[in-house]
C-alpha cells in the first residue's frame, strides 16, 4: 500500500473510534481508550504495526515522572518533522506537567482527532491546543 493510502485508512480508521470513552490503559473500540493507545490500535488494526504490548503506566504519569517514558515509545516508530500532514502524531505537554504525555493524530490542517480525559475521543479544532504543541511525528515507514 502507498504512503498517501496508509495514511487515509489511518485517518478513516481513527474515525471509527469517535465517541469512545476515555479510559486509562484501554484499547478497545467502542469501550475505551487513553490517547497514545488510541493511536497505537489504530496503527495497529490498519496493519502498520503489529500488536505492542505497553507495560502498566501510572495515570498521573505527566506531572510525576521525569522520564519522557510516553515520548520515548513514540520515537521508537516515529522521526520528529517540521511540517505535519495529515496522519502525523502531534506530541503536547500541558501546563503543570514534567514531560509531554498527551498526543492526537493530525486529521486535517485544521482538526486533531485523539482520547482526550473529558471527552473521549473526539474530533478538536487543533487551534485550541496549538501552545502546547512540542513536537510533530512522522510514521518511519513514511520518512
Same mark, same amino acid.
Given at each position: 500500500m502507498?504512503?498517501?493510502?496508509?495514511r487515509? @485508512?489511518?485517518?478513516?480508521?481513527? *474515525?471509527?473510534w469517535? *465517541?469512545?470513552? #476515555?479510559?486509562? @490503559?484501554g484499547? +478497545?473500540?467502542?469501550a475505551?481508550? $487513553?490517547?497514545? %493507545? =488510541?493511536?497505537?490500535q &489504530?496503527f495497529?488494526n490498519i496493519? %502498520?504495526l503489529?500488536?505492542?504490548?505497553?507495560?502498566?503506566y501510572?495515570? $498521573?504519569?505527566a506531572?510525576n515522572?521525569?522520564?519522557?517514558? #510516553? %515520548?520515548?515509545?513514540?520515537k521508537? #516508530?516515529?522521526t520528529?518533522?517540521d511540517?505535519?500532514?495529515?496522519g $502525523?502524531?502531534?506530541v503536547?505537554?500541558?501546563e503543570? &506537567?514534567k +514531560?509531554?504525555?498527551?498526543?492526537?493524530? %493530525? #486529521? &486535517? $490542517?485544521?482538526?486533531?482527532?485523539? &482520547?482526550?480525559v473529558k471527552?473521549?475521543?473526539?474530533l478538536s479544532?487543533?487551534k485550541? =491546543? *496549538?501552545?502546547y @504543541? +512540542?513536537?510533530i511525528y512522522? =510514521?518511519?515507514?513514511?520518512i
Amino acid at each position: 500500500m502507498a504512503e498517501q493510502q496508509e495514511r487515509e @485508512e489511518l485517518l478513516k480508521e481513527a *474515525k471509527t473510534w469517535l *465517541k469512545t470513552p #476515555y479510559i486509562a @490503559e484501554g484499547r +478497545v473500540k467502542g469501550a475505551g481508550t $487513553d490517547c497514545g %493507545l =488510541f493511536i497505537l490500535q &489504530s496503527f495497529e488494526n490498519i496493519g %502498520l504495526l503489529p500488536h505492542i504490548k505497553i507495560p502498566h503506566y501510572p495515570i $498521573d504519569i505527566a506531572a510525576n515522572c521525569a522520564v519522557p517514558m #510516553y %515520548l520515548n515509545k513514540i520515537k521508537e #516508530y516515529c522521526t520528529e518533522v517540521d511540517k505535519a500532514i495529515p496522519g $502525523d502524531i502531534i506530541v503536547y505537554k500541558f501546563e503543570g &506537567s514534567k +514531560v509531554p504525555h498527551h498526543a492526537a493524530i %493530525l #486529521y &486535517s $490542517d485544521e482538526y486533531i482527532i485523539h &482520547s482526550h480525559v473529558k471527552t473521549g475521543v473526539t474530533l478538536s479544532n487543533r487551534k485550541g =491546543f *496549538k501552545k502546547y @504543541e +512540542v513536537g510533530i511525528y512522522r =510514521f518511519n515507514k513514511w520518512i
